[in-house]
């Protein structure tokens, strides 16, 4: 049986460059980089070399970037230190499909009386700018609007976004954790504020990311320590983790230029050869502003966990939009801000692919899925 892994936006397999790398931190390389000592110093000096190469992917100054223990931890340091650091009156402005790790602080400002605006999307899982225009209009606000959605990898227009955030003295925020490797970002080209990124979505280990922090922004630490990352994030470094996170950003942005579109190819291979294939069946959201490596298809009359649940079984392992989540197999937050209808929403399945998948597996995924998709629906009490 082959395994073909197609569930890059959950998490990457780090790559082995990145092992080899992150290894002498774990031996000879164990210093505190604090310390004043040989030993401290030979450390600190990875870390701004990594602080060079995470800044080097996304146009950055290396001084913009503060390494973080994840993605969540970037979003919750932009939002709740931009809203402590702003004062009582302001907003936050987001939207209904952005991931936990913004939509669980927005809960939480707006339990302690903040005032929270959250913008729908249309049945592409597109924002309408204007709307966001009219909002961001009304007073200080912080708008955090994710780059590319991690169920669908629809891409909003982060250029016109954060130009209206700047035209009305809003601070931009945004999610890149799932656009970061797969497209290209130049910060300083746009104006945006912050952008958090995550490790473990592009080739090096769970538990580390970065949060860049334009020059100038106002913003309160989170973590409250010592004096690392130029106090912006007390607490001592992770330093093979962000010295792997520094390596994984290098090799990223050597691979962008060919491999975004050798894999959106595969991608849009694997889609036609499915929707050929298996009849009631449709991609969710937008197919022309979308990540090159994600495709959400809803197979209808049947539920995602059961399709996900048979294609293990043959080796694939892929995603549902539907999250099972205290026993209802209610369709996630973003499918249901689409209006996807009841029978394709619980079919709903993501793949997401990387620069490590091949055509082979393409194939494989198309010869093997159908017949798991009809089986089910013989089964379906909905066909
Ligand atoms: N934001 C988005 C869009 C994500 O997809 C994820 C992870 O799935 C996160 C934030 C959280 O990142 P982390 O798992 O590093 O905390």
Redesign the pocket.
């Known amino acids: 049986m082959k395994n073909v892994y197609m569930d890059n936006?959950?998490?990457t397999g780090v790559a082995p460059e990145v092992v080899e790398v992150m290894q002498p931190f774990f031996s000879e390389l164990w210093g505190n980089p604090s310390s004043m000592h040989y030993f401290g110093g030979q450390v600190a000096r990875h870390i701004e070399a990594a602080r060079d190469q995470v800044a080097a992917l996304i146009g950055a100054d290396p001084s913009e970037i503060v390494f973080t223990s994840?993605?969540?931890?970037?979003?919750n340091m932009a939002i709740r230190g931009a809203l402590e650091a702003g004062g009582p009156h302001m907003r936050l402005i987001t939207t209904r499909v952005?991931?936990?790790?913004?939509l669980g602080p927005a809960r939480h400002y707006k339990e302690h009386d903040g005032v929270v605006v959250e913008l729908g999307v249309d049945a592409s899982g597109q924002l309408d700018p204007s709307e966001l225009r009219r909002e961001a209009a009304k007073g200080p606000a912080i708008i955090s609007v994710?780059w590319?959605?991690?169920e669908t990898g629809v891409v909003f227009p982060i250029e016109e976004l954060a130009a209206m955030a700047r035209d009305t003295g809003c601070v931009f925020h945004t999610?890149a954790?799932?656009a970061v490797g797969k497209l290209p970002i130049d910060v300083s080209q746009l104006p945006i504020d912050m952008l958090?990124l995550?490790?473990?979505?592009l080739h090096a280990p769970?538990?580390i990311?970065a949060l860049y922090v334009r020059k100038g922004t106002k913003l309160n630490p989170f973590l409250l320590g010592g004096h690392q990352e130029s106090g912006r994030r007390g607490g001592t470094e992770n330093v093979p983790y962000i010295v792997g996170l520094g390596k994984a950003c290098e090799l990223a942005a050597q691979h962008l230029p060919t491999e975004s579109t050798r894999v959106a190819a595969l991608r849009d291979t694997l889609e036609a050869g499915l929707l050929e294939v298996c009849p009631d069946t449709s991609v969710n959201g937008d197919r022309v502003n979308r990540l090159p490596n994600t495709s959400n298809i809803s197979f209808q009359f049947i539920e995602g966990e059961g399709i996900l649940y048979h294609m293990s079984d043959a080796g694939i392992a892929a995603s549902s939009g539907s999250a099972c989540t205290s026993g209802s197999l209610e369709p996630s937050h973003v499918i249901r801000a689409m209006g996807v209808p009841f029978t394709a929403a619980h079919g709903s399945i993501r793949f997401s692919l990387s620069r490590y998948n091949s055509a082979d597996e393409v194939d494989y995924v198309i010869k093997t899925l159908p017949p798991i998709v009809t089986r089910l629906r013989e089964l379906s009490p909905f066909v």
């Open positions: 936006n959950a998490t994840c993605g969540t931890e970037s979003d952005e991931h936990a790790a913004v994710m590319a959605n991690n999610d954790v799932q958090s995550s490790g473990h979505k769970k538990g990311g």
